[in-house]
């Protein structure tokens, strides 16, 4: 066993798990003042019962020995394993680490259904969701042939698609989750006429700036070792996400005149989607390249939700989705296996098609089964317990029917003696 690749790999962990309160702080400061408990709490309640499905079953079934590459085992139920070993670290870091793009990729669904959705019926949808979408999605990409076990998924194995963190099974998966719940949920009321601007971007460029640190272990914490290919998926991570935010700035100014603080949180976040799939595969060139058309793409995305008619309150689909769609992509264009000798040539390195329709695959393979997948679970969650709080709870706000809190405290102070409440202004 290696100490320093443990060390490595629990410290990139922490930080990743540190992406799902910054996530909060994200979606919450997107939303009205009367909701930004209910946003934030889907993200926390995520952490939890993610967390407990993990380590019972999830863990061993993306990573157990594979049954014709569609599922893993049960090898690993429970996580009792304490010294076993995999690609030089204990299992049991090694599962921490995975099981923190569990909770990230559950938590992003949230967004698209902000303003609307009541607490209980989203934990019950989540937890399902984990079992019934991601798992079988993650075996297919993550579980390589002996990394960890013995037999792996069909879309590494078989297809030998490249997605060096997440491109598929968290960001192609969470758009289109995503969308599947916006539509079966349906649009918030009042939308689009009626305005719902954010009600705290300090909160939202908060929760960009700890997405943007974390997602540093995610992506270079994915090279399990502190060696040459993470320090290239850090410096690629970076660099993308810098393209993406000058990118995406630019064009909001030419189309709406201003550069705006929204904008250039949401750049941030698309470029670091955009290069998660293809971080240890790429050089500083092809980063660049994905960066940018994250930038250019993703806003264009969240312009045309308006003419498509789909409530995504806080633009998951536009962002991961099709951001995650760009960034696999460009994979089979700008990948190199002089970056990573376990990695592909892509088409502008002399590879042909072959990388490319590989990633052309994977991204119908996660949109198609992410989507349907989340739609028929939505939908029972919806006519069984029900989803979606009454008319006039979304009107007054949720927090209060369903946390019987509220995140800011409007009542008049007191003033000290026998004189009346007064209000101070």
């Given at each position: ?6 060390a490595?790999?629990?410290g990139c ?16 400061g ?7 408990l209910?946003?934030m709490m889907m993200?926390l309640?995520?952490?939890g019962v993610?967390g ?5 079953f999830?863990?061993?079934l993306?990573f157990?020995d ?11 139920a429970g ?12 299992v049991?870091?090694f ?9 990230i990729?559950?938590a ?16 019950l949808f989540?937890a399902?969701?984990?079992l ?6 993650a075996?297919?990409?993550?579980a ?22 997440g ?5 192609v ?5 995503a ?9 918030r ?8 601007r ?5 909160f939202?460029?908060l ?13 270079a914490g ?6 040459a290919?993470a ?5 690629t991570?970076?660099t993308a996400?810098a393209?993406?935010?000058v ?8 189309l709406?005149?201003?550069p705006?603080s ?5 750049a941030?976040v ?16 092809g ?12 806003q264009?995305?969240i312009?045309?939700?308006y ?20 960034g ?13 000798p ?20 994977a991204?119908m393979?996660?949109?198609g089964w992410a989507?349907?997948g989340?739609?028929?679970?939505a939908?029972?969650v919806r006519r069984?317990?029900?989803?979606r709080?009454?008319?006039h709870v979304e009107?007054?706000g ?9 995140a ?6 007191r003033?000290?003696?026998?004189g009346?409440e007064?209000?101070?202004?």
């Amino acid at each position: 066993m290696d100490t320093g690749n443990t060390a490595y790999v629990l410290g990139c962990a922490a930080l990743v798990m540190l992406m799902t309160p910054g996530l909060a702080f994200f979606y919450g400061g997107m939303v009205r003042a009367s909701s930004v408990l209910n946003m934030m709490m889907m993200s926390l309640v995520s952490l939890g019962v993610i967390g407990l499905v993990w380590v019972l079953f999830g863990f061993s079934l993306v990573f157990g020995d594979s049954h014709a590459g569609l599922i893993g085992g049960f090898e690993f139920a429970g996580l009792r394993q304490v010294h076993v070993v995999v690609g030089g670290v204990p299992v049991q870091a090694f599962a921490m680490f995975e099981l923190m793009f569990a909770v990230i990729t559950g938590a992003l669904l949230s967004g698209a259904i902000a303003d609307r959705a009541r607490f209980w019926p989203w934990t019950l949808f989540v937890a399902g969701w984990t079992l019934v979408v991601y798992v079988p999605l993650a075996h297919w990409i993550f579980a390589v042939n002996g990394a960890v076990s013995e037999k792996g998924g069909w879309l590494a194995n078989t297809l030998h698609a490249l997605d060096f963190a997440g491109g598929t099974a968290v960001e192609v998966n969470s758009g289109a989750s995503a969308l599947a719940l916006a539509l079966v949920l349906g649009k918030r009321r009042g939308w689009p006429h009626e305005p719902m601007r954010p009600h705290n971007l300090p909160f939202v460029l908060l929760g960009a700036g700890l997405l943007w640190f974390g997602w540093f272990g995610f992506n270079a914490g994915s090279a399990l070792a502190a060696g040459a290919v993470a320090s290239n998926a850090f410096v690629t991570t970076m660099t993308a996400a810098a393209a993406a935010v000058v990118a995406w700035l630019a064009l909001e100014h030419r189309l709406d005149g201003r550069p705006t603080s929204l904008g250039g949180a949401s750049a941030a976040v698309a470029g670091l989607v955009g290069i998660t799939p293809a971080c240890g595969y790429v050089d500083t060139f092809g980063a660049l390249l994905i960066g940018v058309a994250a930038g250019v793409v993703c806003q264009l995305a969240i312009r045309l939700k308006y003419r498509l008619g789909y409530d995504d309150s806080l633009d998951v689909v536009a962002i991961h989705g099709v951001g995650g769609m760009v960034g696999l992509f460009l994979t089979g264009l700008v990948a190199t296996d002089a970056v990573n000798p376990a990695g592909r040539n892509g088409l502008f390195y002399g590879g042909g098609f072959g990388l490319l329709g590989s990633q052309v695959v994977a991204i119908m393979v996660a949109a198609g089964w992410a989507f349907v997948g989340s739609a028929v679970l939505a939908w029972l969650v919806r006519r069984t317990v029900g989803f979606r709080v009454p008319e006039h709870v979304e009107t007054a706000g949720i927090d209060e029917a369903e946390h019987a809190e509220s995140a800011y405290e409007y009542s008049p102070l007191r003033t000290r003696g026998s004189g009346p409440e007064r209000n101070w202004t």
